[in-house]
């Protein structure tokens, strides 16, 4: 059975940071995951993704050259580090993996993923 738990949300001021981090088990991040976000009200967005050997990393607009997505294999752990946040950055953050081998253009889509984490709360606030 595939479990992911996310950590490391919280409360943060304006241009403060972050890491986020996903723990797997019953299935690695060696393939594939990535980190998505919803806002209330707002649709499930994709954040950053990780896939291969590499590994190659892939980001959304919105968080380009502020967000970093990394792989630790032997700890079974993916992580987002997050800097420079911003308010329109508060959302749930979820983690999410599946099987197979999507390519680069599929990994934004929520229905390339099979497994996902329950959630963590970032707030970007003063």
């Known amino acids: 059975q595939v479990q992911l738990v996310e950590s490391g949300g919280g409360l943060v001021q304006p241009g403060g940071s972050l890491r986020l981090s996903c723990a797997a088990s019953g299935r690695t991040f060696s393939t594939y995951g990535a980190w998505f976000r919803q806002a209330p009200g707002k649709e499930r967005e994709f954040v950053a993704a990780?896939?291969?050997?590499?590994?190659?990393?892939y980001y959304g607009d919105s968080v380009k050259y502020r967000f970093t997505v990394s792989r630790d294999n032997g700890k079974n752990t993916m992580n987002l580090q997050m800097t420079n946040l911003r308010p329109e950055d508060t959302a749930v953050y979820y983690c999410a993996t599946g099987t197979g081998s999507p390519i680069s253009s599929r990994l934004r889509h929520v229905s390339t993923y099979e497994y996902w984490g329950q959630g963590t709360q970032v707030t970007v606030s003063s």
């Open positions: 990780v896939r291969g050997p590499g590994p190659m990393t």
